[in-house]
């Protein structure tokens, strides 16, 4: 007796018709959501995506972020400051400070706007929705980056929603023993050529003391150590030489990162000063150095889009499209991490 052999359905493809609503519109099946997702419902972007393939590549705190899942609003985490350790048969009760660090996890949201008689059908529908989610993953990365990184201002939730590396490391915090701008430094972008005047102002020097402030301390890892950079540095760090004559900066080949002093480079246009986040930050360029796993990026949700076509009581007929992302920020402590200012005249 032959086997009987199941039978074989048909996944739906991307803008075919599921069924219809109450109200007779159509529920379409969209790309990169389950099949029974309806296109006026939160649709989750899947990680293997362009849209988020394109965040990961443009945002350099989604890159090096450590991650922390938060299933709430807030989530506090043990702040990491080292344990004592003895030797012997008796045990010594540690004497740091187990205080915490609390993640606020803020929505970060954009819309937009159609006109239907663009969208003739559901797979314009779809089209339409990848092209504006890539101009997203742009304006996200680069905002995400700005908010984390320089915006200038105390946190409020709204125009400022993290209190960014560059706030912290310019900011006394008796929990950790850091004194406002210890970790910080300007460099005046005409001072290249090592030796400058006075001494210990050149580019060369400036980065070399950045560095050593990281790595003299307790929270300096070979293996964690990150260069995240303003895409204005470039021109400054290949004209950067030591002494000797030899370039600190280099251009990374084959897929490997650009380096500096053998740390590798993330470049990033959000890392600029800014009073507010903005997608596009017109301020001066940053330098960030340090250890990633004290750089503390929270996860509430994962990036999602939101379809809804017009009603009968709206008085235009246009679709509206949302995308936003839950996420938090902070820095675990201010000693792992220092940052440069490039102040141009």
């Not at 086997?3 to 069924?19: H, N, Q, W």
């Not at 045990?91 to 205080?99: C, E, I, K, Q």
């Not at 125009?159 to 005046?188: G, I």
């Not at 001072?191 to 990281?214: C, D, H, N, Q, R």
Request: proline share 5%.
């Amino acid at each position: 007796m032959r086997p009987t052999r199941a039978p074989v359905f048909a996944l739906p493809e991307p803008g075919s018709i599921l069924g219809y609503r109450k109200d007779g519109r159509p529920i379409y099946h969209i790309a990169g959501a389950a099949s029974t997702d309806i296109i006026d419902s939160w649709i989750p972007i899947e990680w293997d995506s362009d849209v988020i393939q394109r965040i990961q590549r443009e945002s350099a705190i989604e890159q090096l972020g450590y991650r922390v899942p938060m299933k709430s609003a807030t989530k506090r985490i043990l702040r990491s400051a080292g344990l004592t350790v003895t030797a012997g048969t008796t045990y010594t009760d540690d004497t740091s400070t187990n205080d915490y660090i609390t993640l606020t996890a803020r929505r970060l949201i954009a819309k937009f706007t159609v006109d239907e008689d663009d969208l003739s059908d559901a797979a314009t529908v779809v089209d339409t929705i990848r092209i504006k989610g890539m101009d997203w993953a742009i304006s996200y990365a680069d905002s995400f980056d700005n908010a984390c990184i320089g915006v200038s201002a105390a946190e409020n939730g709204s125009t400022v929603p993290f209190t960014s590396a560059y706030k912290s490391l310019r900011t006394t915090d008796s929990a950790t023993s850091y004194t406002a701008d210890d970790n910080y430094l300007t460099w005046d972008d005409d001072l290249i050529a090592i030796p400058a005047t006075p001494l210990g102002t050149s580019l060369y020097e400036k980065l070399s003391t950045a560095f050593k402030k990281v790595e003299t301390g307790q929270f300096w890892s070979m293996a964690d150590q990150f260069v995240i950079a303003a895409p204005g540095w470039r021109d400054a760090l290949r004209l950067c030489t030591d002494a000797q004559g030899r370039p600190i900066f280099m251009q990374g080949t084959s897929g490997t990162p650009d380096t500096l002093f053998n740390a590798p480079i993330t470049w990033s246009r959000g890392a600029k000063v800014s009073a507010t986040m903005l997608g596009a930050p017109g301020g001066n360029d940053l330098l960030l150095f340090g250890n990633k796993s004290y750089l503390k990026k929270g996860e509430r949700s994962q990036p999602e889009s939101l379809v809804d076509q017009a009603r009968a009581q709206d008085n235009t007929d246009d679709t509206a499209v949302k995308f936003r992302v839950r996420r938090g920020f902070q820095l675990a402590h201010q000693k792992a991490f220092s940052i440069v200012e490039r102040i141009t005249d």
